[in-house]
């Protein structure tokens, strides 16, 4: 259960982040344009695993309130 | 992402963040959701034009939308400002943090989620570059309908099992009154509404 929920908190921590690298660093960094193919890519990737672990987390949260 | 979603993610990854105070979880949440203080603008360009929305919309809304508070400089005034809020909070350092992360990833998301013609300006006011993706869904589309939708459900879910719920980002009082009818418990014991009225003259 331990190492499930770090695997989680690493997950949201990266997802984290990924998207202010992402929204601050890449445009300068890489390429001011988004539609660049990897970009989308990172970003929609980044976008759901944030809100995966986001509810994995909270649900693991509840589950163990009952 | 639509306004309520910015304001329920970011008390989750409160939540998530294991920040015990409501105070504090409400701080983080409301900072989610600052960088959109900008429909402000909009309302009082509304007022200023007669409630003639086109003129709103074209003079001010489309101008301000997204350019001065969707960049770094407003995620930093938003960390001191939650610096300040959070004084009495021994977890202060922490809820700046995450107060600073709840408004930069909330740029992040309206590039994902805010739609192909609303750039969002993140090293404004130093740069006028514009981050926009041609992809972004729109707001009424039905990945933002879902990310909602699942937020209102988990809102109920957390009011029913963990006894709280992020109406507690409009206080106590609110949430206390949605746990209670979340779980279907009968309202609590307290003074009637006229006598509360009647307090509130005297």
Redesign the interface.
């Given at each position: 259960m331990t190492f499930f929920r770090v695997l989680i908190q690493t997950a949201?921590i990266a997802s984290?982040v990924a998207?202010?690298l992402?929204?601050?660093v890449w445009?300068?960094a890489v390429s001011?344009d988004?539609?660049h193919p990897a970009?989308?890519l990172a970003?929609?990737t980044?976008?759901g695993m944030?809100?995966l672990a986001?509810?994995v987390?909270?649900a693991a949260?509840?589950g163990q309130?009952? | 992402m639509q306004g309520p979603s910015h304001l329920l993610?970011s008390w989750?990854?409160a939540?998530?963040a294991g920040l015990e105070s409501p105070g504090d979880r409400r701080i983080v949440a409301w900072s989610g959701l600052a960088p959109d203080v900008d429909v402000l603008a909009y309302a009082g360009a509304l007022v200023y034009y007669r409630f003639d929305k086109d003129l709103a919309f074209e003079n001010v809304w489309r101008l301000v939308h997204h350019r001065h508070t969707h960049g770094?400089t407003f995620v930093l005034l938003t960390g001191i400002a939650a610096w300040l809020l959070a004084a009495r909070s021994p977890a202060r350092a922490r809820v700046a943090l995450l107060a600073v992360?709840a408004a930069?990833?909330h740029?992040?998301?309206d590039?994902?989620?805010g739609g192909p013609t609303w750039p969002?300006y993140?090293?404004w006011p130093i740069s006028d570059?514009p981050?926009?993706?041609?992809?972004?869904w729109t707001i009424g589309e039905w990945p933002n309908v879902l990310?909602l939708l699942?937020c209102l459900a988990?809102m109920l879910?957390?009011a029913r099992?963990?006894g709280r719920s992020p109406l507690e980002c409009f206080g106590d009082r609110a949430d206390a009154w949605f746990v209670r009818t979340a779980r279907q418990e009968p309202p609590a014991t307290g003074p009637s509404p006229r006598s509360r009225i009647v307090r509130w003259i005297i």
């Open positions: 949201l984290v998207m202010l992402l929204t601050f445009p300068i001011a988004p539609d970009f989308k970003a929609i980044t976008f944030f809100l986001l509810a987390l909270l949260r509840l309130r009952d | 993610v989750y990854f939540e998530a770094l992360i930069a990833i740029n992040f998301f590039v994902v989620a969002v993140p090293y570059l981050l926009s993706a041609s992809w972004s990310i699942v988990g879910a957390y099992v963990a």
